[in-house]
Nanobody, 125 residues
């Protein structure tokens, strides 16, 4: 499976933005998906995750109430809607899949085995 993330950019504090991650080459609809981010000179961190059928979600405390993960299995795409953006949200955002059919959502990097290339989000104050 290959993943292609898109939608990043330069926004202002308080703005909203939606990231997309399109999957190809595999049964996307069977896999849990996740978003991670890496700010300069920091470790990559979990942002949000969703089960294969959308029934279960997990969020980092830092984004709860502001970010929403969703997926459209017909379009093989997972989204990250980001509202009320803050400068500390500035990072490269990565989408990931856990290519074990019907597996539960994970909140750690080791829980995912397929990664997209990343898309840059910069929130300017």
């Amino acid at each position: 499976v290959q993943l292609q993330a898109s939608g990043g950019g330069l926004v202002q504090v308080g703005d909203s933005l939606r990231l997309s991650c399109a999957a190809s080459g595999g049964p996307f609809g069977l896999y849990a998906s996740g978003w991670f981010r890496q700010a300069p000179e920091k470790e990559r961190e979990f942002v949000a995750g969703m089960s294969w059928n959308g029934a279960n979600t997990e969020y980092a405390d830092s984004v709860k109430g502001r970010f929403t993960i969703s997926r459209d299995n017909d379009k093989n795409t997972v989204y990250l809607q980001m509202n009320s953006l803050k400068p500390e949200d500035t990072a490269v955002y990565y989408c990931a899949l856990r290519t074990s059919a019907f597996a539960v959502v994970r909140t750690t990097e080791s829980g995912y085995d397929t990664w997209g290339q990343g898309t840059q989000l910069t929130v300017s104050s």
